[in-house]
């Protein structure tokens, strides 16, 4: 059984914003929602993280809905570097301190 | 700036060798994990240690041996390597809960 859902892929235009959606339904308690990158099979990349309230960094934004079930990664202006395997991330309890990555939303940007 | 390093960075073995896999990481951080990417497929955890002195198996320890040799070392070891555990082996570490984890850039491993 799945922890988060994501699209398989994604295609967003150069400049415009990439909105990438992930569900974590059974979200609960204090787990927090994490968002990495992959580029070309390197290490994955740290994006951004939250609990409840809306983050943004250098990166991106995080939207998490008031209900926690869902949250959205935001690529103000995407460009070309973006393309991408992006994960979405949710620790459960009693999981301990690891990272469950699924299978993510492939973003390729379009010039 | 170091972070998280790996060696080797590519490997082929026969079916039935083993061999070492090795990690370490120059930021002090307390967890340390193991990961496998298939390919086309997300990455699976293999096994990690939540503090030095301690190992706990993932969701795909089968055929893997793991050692925190101290704060900053931790090594994934198969002993008799398959052909079904080609993949990309990722190493991560992080400080604690709810930290962001840092991955080191790969150890691509070929069993023929």
């Known amino acids: 059984d799945a922890k988060t859902t994501q699209p398989p892929s994604m295609d967003c235009a150069e400049g415009r914003a990439a909105n990438l959606p992930c569900n974590h339904s059974t979200i609960s308690g204090n787990e927090y929602v994490y968002w990495y990158r992959q580029i070309h099979s390197q290490g994955p990349q740290y994006i951004i993280h939250g609990l409840k309230n809306n983050e943004t960094n ?3 934004s995080l939207i998490i809905t008031e209900d926690r079930k869902s949250s959205t990664l935001i690529l103000p202006h995407a460009t070309l570097r973006d393309t991408a395997v992006y994960y979405c991330i949710v ?3 009693n999981t301990g301190n690891q990272f469950y990555f699924g299978t993510g939303t492939s973003l390729t940007v379009i010039p | 700036n170091a972070g998280v ?3 080797p960075k590519f490997q082929v073995l026969k079916t039935g060798q ?8 120059d930021m002090n951080h ?3 994990y193991w990961y496998r990417q298939d390919p086309g497929m997300g990455l699976r955890l293999i096994y990690y240690s939540a503090s030095e002195g ?11 041996n793991v ?6 070392e931790f090594s994934l070891r198969l002993e008799s390597a398959a052909p079904s ?3 990309v082996y990722f190493c991560a570490s992080n400080r604690g809960p709810n930290t962001e984890a840092f991955f080191g850039q790969g150890t691509r491993l070929t069993v023929v």
């Open chain 2, 5 to 7: 390093t790996q060696t």
């Open chain 1, 58 to 60: 250098e990166m991106a």
């Open chain 2, 30 to 32: 307390n967890s340390m």
């Open chain 2, 54 to 64: 301690t190992t706990d198996k993932g969701e795909v320890p089968n055929g893997y």
């Open chain 2, 18 to 25: 083993s061999m070492t896999l090795q990690c370490a990481q």
């Open chain 2, 67 to 72: 050692s925190r040799l101290n704060k900053r």
């Open chain 1, 91 to 93: 620790r459960f309890p």
């Open chain 2, 85 to 87: 555990q080609t993949s």
